[in-house]
C-alpha cells in the first residue's frame, strides 16, 4: 500500500489557490497508480502538522507542489512535517521513519529535468509550426526572491533547450533580475519569439506583469519596429498548469522510491479511526455541523441544519470532490481555510457510498477523524502556543513577541467561531463526537490562520483575515 502527498502553499484569503493541488491529486488518482493520493497545505487544511496523520499507508511519498527551491520547500514544510531535515534537499531527497510511518520528501516539482518536456510542450501549444531556423525561445522566469531560488533552474532548462538544437536561440529573462524581460528586443534576433513563463500558475505576473514589460496585446503580438527588424512574439500559459506536470511529479514520486519500489502496510491507528468512524456512521452519526445517515445501502450526508429538509429542495451531490467545492466557501462566498470554522454552507445533501463517504468526509473536516479518535485513546499531544510560536521564521518570527495576554484575545475572537475545542491552551474535551457531542472536536495546536491573526495583532494591523 502506498500513498502519495502533494503539498500546496494554499491560502487564508483566495479559495482558488488550492485548485491547482487539487487538479493535479485528481489526475493522478485517476491513474490508479497510488492507493491514495492526499493533499497538504501550508495555509488550508489538512495543514503540514496534520497531513501525515491523514495518510492510510506506512509508505508515504510527499511531493512538494513548488516550481523552484526555496525557504517553503527547504525550511517550512521539512520543518512543520517533522522530518528532521533544513536546508537544501539533495537530489535523492530525505527519507525518514516517523510513527511508523516510511515518509520520502523530494525536490519540488519544478527543478525535475523532465520540466524541460514541459517547457517545450507549452512552446508548441503556442507556436504549433515551430521550425528550429528562425525560432527564438525565451524561459521566463521570476528571478530570486525571499522565498524563491529559481533563475538557477530557469538557467539549467534554459540551457538544456539550447542543446537540442530545437530553437535558433534560448534565452532566460527575469523579471526582478538581469537580463530583465524589457531588455527582449535587444537580445533576441529572430523574427519569430516563444516567450514560456517558468511560473507556478496563472496569475498577476502571468496575466498583467510580464505582457506589459514585454509590451504584449495578446497571445500574438507582431513588433514592427524591433533593432532586428518586424518580430512576432507568441505568448505561451504558464509550465506549472500544464497537465504533463502530472507525469513530471510521478517521475519523482517513483524516483524516490527507488529502483525496488516501494510497498508499505496498512496504517494501523489511521485505520482504526476511520472503522470506528464507519461503524458510528452505519447507525447514523451527527458530527461537526453535519449529519450522516445510512440509506439504501449508501449514506447520505447533509449539514445537520437541514435535517428533515425534502431531498428535492437540497442540492444533491454525489462525488467528494462535488462535497468539496460546495464546502469550500461560507454562504457569502468567503473562502473558508478552517474546515471546523461554524461557517458551513447549507442547501446541500451528498448521496454516497463507503469509500467515497470517506473521502468526503476528509474533504469536509481534514484530519478530524484521525484527531478525534487518537484524542478518545489519549495518544493526541497537544502542542502549547509557546511551542508553535519559537517554531515560526519568517514573517511569522513576530509572533513570537505576542504576550499572553493578546494570543488569548486573538482566540477568543478566532477560535470562539470554530468547533474545535484548544487543547494547546489547556481546555479539557471530555466527550467527543464519537461519544455523542456533535460538536466536540479536539484542537492539539495553533492552526496557520490563528498564527496569521496573531501576528497581524502584534503588528498592529489586525482586523482582516490571515495572509
Ligand atoms: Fe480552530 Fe482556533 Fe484550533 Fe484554529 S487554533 S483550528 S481556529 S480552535
Redesign the pocket.
Known amino acids: 500500500m502506498r500513498s502519495l502527498v502533494l503539498i500546496g502553499h494554499g491560502s487564508h484569503l483566495n479559495g482558488e489557490s488550492a485548485s491547482a493541488v487539487y487538479r493535479y491529486a485528481e489526475m493522478i488518482r485517476a491513474r490508479g497508480l497510488y492507493d491514495e493520493v492526499i493533499e497538504g497545505y501550508w495555509k488550508e487544511e489538512p495543514s503540514l502538522r496534520q497531513v501525515l496523520k491523514t495518510t492510510a499507508s506506512t509508505d508515504v511519498t510527499v511531493i512538494p507542489m513548488f516550481i523552484s527551491e526555496g525557504y517553503f520547500t527547504e525550511t517550512v514544510i521539512p520543518r512543520e512535517m517533522g522530518l528532521g531535515h533544513q536546508g537544501p534537499v539533495p537530489p535523492e531527497g530525505v527519507a525518514r521513519v516517523l510513527g511508523g510511518r516510511t515518509v520520502r520528501y523530494t525536490l519540488p516539482y519544478g527543478v525535475h529535468p523532465s520540466m524541460s518536456d514541459v517547457i517545450l510542450a507549452r512552446a508548441h501549444e503556442a507556436l504549433p509550426d515551430a521550425s528550429p531556423e528562425d525560432i527564438a525561445l525565451i524561459v521566463l522566469g521570476h528571478g530570486t526572491t525571499r522565498n524563491e531560488n529559481s533563475n538557477k533552474i530557469v538557467y539549467q532548462n534554459a540551457g538544456v533547450l539550447r542543446q537540442s538544437g530545437k530553437f535558433a536561440e534560448v534565452h532566460a529573462l527575469f523579471l526582478d533580475e538581469d537580463p530583465k524581460v524589457g531588455t527582449w528586443p535587444d537580445v533576441v534576433k529572430s523574427p519569430r519569439v516563444v516567450v514560456v513563463p517558468f511560473f507556478a500558475s496563472e496569475g498577476w505576473h502571468t496575466l498583467e506583469t510580464i505582457p506589459e514589460d514585454m509590451g504584449l496585446e495578446g497571445a500574438v503580438t507582431v513588433f514592427a519596429d524591433n533593432p532586428h527588424g518586424t518580430q512576432t512574439v507568441y505568448y505561451a500559459k504558464p509550465v506549472g498548469t500544464h497537465s504533463a506536470v502530472a507525469d513530471v511529479i510521478l517521475h519523482l514520486a517513483e524516483e524516490a522510491a527507488g529502483a525496488s519500489g516501494s510497498d508499505g502496510d496498512t496504517e494501523r491507528a489511521h485505520d482504526a479511526a476511520w472503522a470506528t468512524f464507519m461503524d458510528r456512521a452505519r447507525g447514523g452519526l451527527r458530527f461537526g455541523e453535519v449529519m450522516v445517515q445510512p440509506e439504501s445501502g449508501m449514506f447520505e450526508l447533509r449539514h445537520a441544519l437541514d435535517e428533515g429538509r425534502p431531498g428535492h429542495e437540497l442540492q444533491t451531490l454525489v462525488t467528494p470532490e462535488g462535497v468539496r467545492d460546495q464546502t469550500r466557501r461560507d454562504e457569502g462566498g468567503h473562502h473558508r481555510p478552517?474546515h471546523?470554522?461554524r461557517n458551513m454552507p447549507r442547501g446541500w445533501r451528498a448521496v454516497l457510498g463507503e469509500p467515497d463517504l470517506i473521502r468526503a468526509v476528509q474533504y469536509l473536516y481534514p484530519a478530524v477523524i484521525e484527531e478525534t479518535y487518537a484524542h478518545t485513546c489519549h495518544t493526541l499531544r497537544p502542542t502549547p502556543w509557546v511551542t508553535t510560536a519559537r517554531r515560526q521564521t519568517g514573517i511569522y518570527a513576530r509572533v513570537q513577541k505576542a504576550t499572553p495576554a493578546q494570543v488569548e484575545e486573538v482566540?477568543a475572537d478566532?477560535?470562539g467561531g470554530?468547533l474545535?475545542t484548544?487543547l494547546w491552551a489547556g481546555d479539557k474535551l471530555p466527550q467527543t463526537f464519537f461519544g455523542g457531542v456533535p460538536g466536540a472536536i479536539p484542537?492539539a495546536e495553533?492552526?496557520t490562520?490563528?498564527v496569521a491573526e496573531v501576528r497581524e495583532e502584534v503588528a498592529g494591523k489586525r482586523g482582516g483575515g490571515g495572509g
Do not use: D, K, W
Open positions: 478552517v471546523t470554522l482566540a478566532v477560535c470554530c474545535r484548544r484542537c495553533a492552526c490562520f490563528l
